[in-house]
Structure formats: C-alpha cells, structure tokens
C-alpha cells in the first residue's frame, strides 16, 4: 500500500507549471493551506498525535486522517476517480490511521489527488451533491474551505501542545 502511494505521489502534475500560490486563485489557496497542514503534521511529535482537546473531540492524528478521507470523498463526489483505496482498519481510516510517518504519508497521497483531480476535472460537469445538482468547481469549493478550517484547527491543536507553526518562527 505504501508503494502504491509513493508511486502515485510522485507523478509530475500537469506539464511541469510553475506551483501557484495566495492570491492566485484556486489552487494556489488550496496550496497555502496543504503546506501549512502538512507543516504542522511533521512539526507535531509523534507522540502528541494522540492529544485531544477533551473527550469525544478528535486527536490530532484524527484531524489529520479526517482531512485525508474528506479530500477522497469530496473528490468521489466531484466526479473525479477515486486514486487509491483507502486503508480499511476496523475502526476506519480516521481512528485507524494513528502512526505519524503514515498519517503524513497519507496526508501527502491526498493532497497530490486533489491538485490532479482539479487540473484534469471538467469543473463545470453537472455532479449530485447532497442531493442537489451543482457544477463539479462547488464541490472542490467545499474541498477548498474544508482545508482551511481543520488548517485552522490544526494551528490550534498545534499551540495548545507548544507547537510553534513553523512559518511562523
């Protein structure tokens, strides 16, 4: 499974061009916030992947993992081909899914998925989503918001275990 990944990771995106970034529309903020989530995941130690604020509240590797398994579904449902099965533990992916060294591999995996999936997508394809017609860009808009709120909850979980963001140091 982890081959599978790496291999699919290291597909070039569309011809090679330059990667956007803030202020440059879609991708670019999707981008921005991929980095910082991704920042943060290997800025964590290990050992605080398993915090959580209280009980019943996601860990930090929970996040993480729910980040991943939205980016698949959100694709799913924009019409794009599912690119890898997700690893199927008894308690999910999102529960399952708990070592450091993994979580960021996945969180890499999903990430590259959905810069594919939105530079190849017919974004204006009539998909269902949540039981309404919509064009495919609505449901990468909800992909795109989604990133930034768990980034934002993720730069909260970070500083609540003395995590500095690291662009912010």
């Given at each position: 499974?982890?081959?599978?990944?790496?291999?699919?990771?290291?597909?070039?995106?569309?011809?090679?061009?330059?990667?956007?970034?803030?202020?440059?529309?879609?991708?670019?903020?999707?981008?921005?916030?991929?980095?910082?989530?991704?920042?943060?995941?290997?800025?964590?130690?290990?050992?605080?992947?398993?915090w959580r604020p209280a009980p019943g509240v996601r860990s930090t590797s929970e996040v993480f993992m729910h980040i991943v398994e939205t980016n698949?579904?959100?694709?799913?449902?924009?019409?794009?081909?599912?690119?890898?099965?997700?690893?199927?533990?008894?308690?999910?992916?999102?529960?399952?899914?708990?070592?450091?060294?993994?979580?960021?591999?996945?969180?890499?995996?999903?990430?590259?998925?959905?810069?594919?999936?939105?530079?190849?997508?017919?974004?204006?394809?009539?998909?269902?989503?949540?039981?309404?017609?919509?064009?495919?860009?609505?449901?990468?808009?909800?992909?795109?918001?989604?990133?930034?709120?768990?980034?934002?909850?993720?730069?909260?979980?970070?500083?609540?275990?003395?995590?500095?963001?690291?662009?912010s140091q």
């Amino acid at each position: 499974m982890r081959l599978a990944v790496l291999l699919l990771s290291t597909f070039p995106l569309a011809a090679q061009q330059p990667t956007p970034g803030i202020g440059q529309g879609w991708l670019g903020e999707f981008n921005h916030a991929a980095s910082q989530i991704l920042a943060l995941a290997e800025a964590t130690p290990e050992a605080k992947y398993s915090w959580r604020p209280a009980p019943g509240v996601r860990s930090t590797s929970e996040v993480f993992m729910h980040i991943v398994e939205t980016n698949f579904w959100l694709l799913g449902q924009a019409g794009a081909p599912q690119p890898l099965p997700m690893p199927a533990p008894k308690e999910g992916a999102e529960k399952g899914v708990t070592k450091k060294e993994d979580v960021i591999m996945w969180l890499k995996a999903s990430f590259d998925a959905v810069r594919k999936s939105y530079v190849a997508a017919d974004r204006q394809k009539k998909v269902k989503f949540f039981g309404k017609e919509t064009p495919a860009e609505n449901v990468f808009l909800r992909l795109l918001v989604h990133s930034h709120e768990h980034m934002g909850q993720s730069i909260a979980y970070a500083r609540m275990n003395g995590v500095k963001p690291p662009w912010s140091q």
